[in-house]
């Protein structure tokens, strides 16, 4: 094989309640990335579009450069120096607008490793890609989160149970959920939105987090979408960060009027995510939602999917 070309897809992270520990991936949108063997030895990455110039292609200062060189690292090491002549060229097609809240840079991340790993034989699983993949969470956001990452890489749910070591569960994929995201022409780092959050927090509200985290789970299992659209409630990060999204929430309050189940911030903002039990009725909390921020004079884009079981998918070797 001379080339690998992989599509990995948006992701919604945190989901609600579960701040830091629950991820999804939806259909659409997403980033795709092709890595070539290149007679050069090393890393390099020759072309990337749809960013507007905004993303470097120093392979040290970007997520799929810092990643894929992290897994050549480790393969070299385990292989007994067996790539370390290889060179790798990647070229990167951004579908994803950056700062989004939809998981851009772990979708070139994820696309990056996966295609890689392909092109060296596939000597590792899915599963053993997940570090690498998060190294380039580091460079996008100052650490090394698995919420957005992991489900891009194995699809459905995922659950981070624990970072040290690392604990990460793949929950079953509901069949009758359907999502509707909607992404405000707006951006918003994920180092801005940390910052106001608080250090700490209630009893009280820390209790019904975790009521809700558990609810949101079981939802998951019973393939129950009322159970999960309550379960979303988040009393601890939501409050904090809705005051930086212009219109969220008048986008939440349309989408419950036109019949979600549940609504809430997807990864750390500005987009927006609601869960429903039809595929109607998603495009119609869409519609609505739109309305919310066309109100505001802010415009959107918006998606309807059901929950992405696959994650990142090669489409084209050659």
């Not at 480790?74 to 939809?102: A, M, N, Y």
């Not at 995922?158 to 951006?187: A, F, G, Q």
Request: charge should be neutral.
């Amino acid at each position: 094989m001379r080339s690998v070309t992989v599509f990995a897809p948006a992701t919604v992270a945190n989901v609600g309640s579960a701040f830091d520990v629950l991820g999804f991936a939806v259909a659409a949108p997403g980033d795709t990335v092709t890595v070539r063997r290149s007679a050069t030895p090393g890393i390099s990455i020759s072309e990337i579009t749809g960013d507007n110039g905004l993303l470097s292609k120093e392979p040290s200062r970007n997520t799929a450069g810092v990643s894929v060189v992290a897994l050549l690292k480790h393969l070299q090491h385990r292989e007994s120096g067996r790539f370390s002549d290889i060179g790798l060229e990647i070229s990167l097609v951004k579908g994803l607008p950056i700062g989004s809240g939809l998981g851009s840079s772990s979708a070139s991340t994820v696309a990056a490793v996966v295609a890689a790993n392909e092109l060296c034989g596939a000597p590792l699983s899915r599963e053993e890609l997940l570090p690498f993949a998060m190294e380039g969470e580091r460079v996008a956001c100052g650490a090394g989160h698995a919420d957005n990452v992991a489900p891009a890489l194995l699809g459905g749910f995922v659950l981070i149970r624990s970072y040290e070591p690392l604990d990460v569960i793949h929950l079953p994929t509901p069949s009758h959920v359907w999502v509707t995201v909607l992404s405000p022409n707006l951006e918003l780092k994920t180092q801005d939105a940390r910052k106001v959050l608080k250090r700490s927090v209630s009893l009280e509200s820390a209790i019904s987090q975790w009521g809700n985290v558990a609810a949101l789970v079981a939802g998951i299992y019973k393939n129950d979408v009322g159970l999960m659209g309550r379960a979303l409630e988040d009393r601890i990060v939501e409050p904090e960060r809705a005051q930086l999204i212009p219109g969220y929430a008048a986008a939440k309050r349309a989408a419950i009027e036109a019949g979600a189940a549940g609504c809430s911030i997807s990864g750390s903002g500005p987009s927006v995510f609601a869960l429903t039990d039809c595929e109607k009725t998603a495009h119609r909390v869409g519609a609505a939602m739109k309305d919310a921020f066309a109100a505001l004079d802010i415009a959107s884009n918006s998606y309807v999917s059901q929950i992405n079981g696959t994650g990142a998918v090669v489409t084209h070797k050659e």
